[in-house]
């Protein structure tokens, strides 16, 4: 087994929003990869005490323990359980109920000797190589689905999409969100390979349109995960017309996690 992990702040003066970890229970029976994207709040507040970076740091650390120490239990469940512990972290002295209370989005993988469980959450995505070579995204695709004229602002995406039907969802303080989590099962001998990736790594393919999913996966596989986020980097400094980026912040948070099976 192979494993890599790379994860690069977008600004290098402001903490990493991103959370990433891969988990090898001592049985050797199998593991997980978490990645998280912390979700950045307006300069307007989130109702809360804690950053960003507190909340991706204390719901990866629960996701990490939870999707080993529980290998039967859903990854929904698994989802569920650790948005409640990390709500009941905070919930005496922050707003929860905030629109904007720290968030984040999520892809889960847990393998087995049988087979591979995984969710998405939001944007962030989830590559599956079988042995054939075939490379397939998983993905929560319900925000690339909302007009662009409906994400005009912060305020009116609060207002009327983030968390709600119609909308999208993230991970924020209700553990009932991991119900609108993708889910499902793949055997086990059908993958080959896995690569987690945030929104910031995804750039070089549904952004600047560099490649395809699979030769996104080649490039982590073959010239290894910190290449790909440098091949972004570069992609980004040339778009001085900001052709590509449109409003998008120029650099973004960028980890990408790869696990050979």
């Known amino acids: 087994m192979r494993t890599e992990l790379v994860s690069e702040p977008g600004d290098p003066a402001r903490p990493n929003e991103d959370f990433a970890s891969v988990a090898l229970p001592a049985s050797g029976q199998g593991g997980a990869v978490i990645v998280l994207d912390g979700v950045t709040p307006p300069r307007t507040g989130t109702g809360c005490l804690h950053s960003v970076p507190w909340f991706t740091a204390r719901l990866g650390g629960a996701l990490t323990e939870l999707t080993v120490s529980l290998p039967d239990i ?17 919930r005496e002295t922050c707003d929860l109920s905030h629109p904007r209370t720290p968030q984040a989005t999520v892809v889960l993988a847990r393998w087995s000797p049988d087979s591979v469980d ?10 599956v190589r079988a042995p054939d070579g075939t490379v397939t995204p998983y993905a929560d695709d319900r925000l690339a689905r909302l007009p662009r004229s409906a994400l005009a602002t912060n305020a009116l ?3 009327n999409l983030r968390n709600r039907e119609g909308g999208f969802f993230t991970a924020a303080a209700d553990p009932s969100v991991a119900e609108r989590a993708v889910t499902g099962t ?4 059908g993958v080959r390979a896995l690569a987690a990736l945030t ?14 999913w699979a030769g996104c996966l080649d490039v982590v596989r073959e010239e290894g995960a910190q ?3 440098d091949r972004v980097r570069a992609l980004e400094r040339a778009d001085t017309e900001r052709v590509f980026l449109g409003r998008s912040k120029t650099h973004d948070d960028a980890t990408v996690v790869l696990v050979e099976l």
């Open 227 to 229: 290449a790909l986020v």
């Open 199 to 212: 929104d910031g790594a995804t750039r070089w393919v549904d952004r600047f349109r560099e490649g395809d």
């Open 118 to 127: 995984y969710l998405v959450l939001s944007d962030s995505t989830l590559l």
């Open 157 to 159: 995406v609060d207002a």
């Open 186 to 189: 793949l055997p086990r001998s």
């Open 74 to 90: 859903p990854l929904a469940e698994v989802l569920s359980r650790a948005l409640a512990r990390t709500a009941d972290a905070h």
